[in-house]
């Protein structure tokens, strides 16, 4: 069973719409006993990172998704998800974040070149930085859908894949059995898919 956790941020029912899509059973709760019980957990988001985070305190659920990560259970963060596994965010203010792996969120605006839009939204090619089982299916070329205006920074050692946006953006994290994807697989396709099917398939090591 995966658990997508809903504490009032993300894109819910195109996550387990996509999960569905690929023959895998998902749950969408905010219990933390579902979560702790499940044998992948998927932290989404979309919006501010300081009112997802604060959310996320408010239902005690920050707890939860560290108690699921320190059990060794496969963690994927999507989009905001993945910045909130980072250890703070500079996104109107300073806000911590879950510290599930080093790194900060910072605004794109710092460097990317002035005549590119903000928010970076579209498709764009990943490149991997290093192996990692989520991206068993990816080959060169491969697109995946992007919507954000925060990156995250200082996560070099962390860093999966990147996408070409003016700068390298960090694309994809991940830590010992914590991933977290910028981008939205479950709106990038059969690419996207893919990548969902094998966190489903990922044991964490």
Same mark, same amino acid.
């Given at each position: 069973?995966?658990?997508?956790?809903d504490?009032? #941020?993300?894109? *819910?029912?195109?996550?387990s719409?996509?999960?569905?899509?690929?023959?895998?059973?998902?749950?969408v709760? @905010?219990?933390?006993?579902?979560i702790?019980? !499940? /044998?992948? &957990?998927?932290? %989404?988001?979309?919006?501010?990172?300081?009112?997802?985070?604060?959310?996320?305190?408010?239902?005690? *659920?920050? !707890? &939860? =998704?560290k108690?699921?990560?320190?059990?060794?259970? %496969?963690?994927m963060g999507?989009?905001l998800?993945?910045?909130?596994?980072?250890?703070?965010?500079?996104?109107?203010?300073?806000?911590?974040?879950?510290? *599930?792996?080093?790194?900060?969120?910072?605004?794109?605006?710092? #460097?990317?070149p002035?005549?590119?839009?903000i %928010?970076?939204?579209?498709?764009? +090619?990943?490149? *991997?930085?290093r192996?990692? %089982?989520?991206f068993?299916?990816?080959?060169?070329g491969? $697109?995946?859908?992007?919507?954000?205006?925060y990156?995250?920074?200082? $996560?070099? /050692?962390? #860093?999966l894949?990147?996408?070409?946006?003016g700068a +390298?953006?960090?694309?994809? =994290?991940?830590?010992?059995?914590?991933?977290?994807?910028?981008?939205?697989?479950?709106?990038? @396709?059969? &690419?996207?898919?893919?990548?969902?099917k094998?966190?489903?398939?990922?044991?964490?090591?």
């Amino acid at each position: 069973m995966i658990a997508i956790i809903d504490y009032g #941020v993300g894109n *819910l029912f195109s996550l387990s719409h996509s999960l569905k899509a690929i023959g895998e059973e998902a749950v969408v709760t @905010g219990d933390a006993e579902a979560i702790l019980a !499940a /044998d992948h &957990v998927i932290l %989404p988001g979309v919006g501010a990172f300081g009112d997802a985070a604060k959310k996320l305190r408010q239902n005690g *659920l920050d !707890a &939860v =998704v560290k108690e699921a990560a320190g059990r060794g259970t %496969p963690v994927m963060g999507i989009c905001l998800g993945m910045q909130l596994l980072l250890d703070r965010s500079f996104e109107f203010g300073e806000h911590a974040g879950l510290g *599930l792996i080093p790194g900060e969120v910072r605004p794109i605006s710092e #460097v990317i070149p002035q005549d590119l839009k903000i %928010p970076h939204i579209g498709w764009n +090619p990943l490149n *991997l930085a290093r192996p990692h %089982p989520i991206f068993k299916g990816v080959k060169p070329g491969d $697109c995946v859908y992007f919507v954000h205006s925060y990156y995250g920074a200082k $996560c070099d /050692d962390s #860093v999966l894949a990147t996408a070409e946006y003016g700068a +390298p953006l960090t694309a994809a =994290v991940g830590r010992g059995n914590v991933c977290g994807c910028q981008f939205h697989p479950e709106k990038s @396709g059969d &690419v996207g898919l893919g990548i969902l099917k094998a966190f489903t398939e990922w044991n964490g090591q």
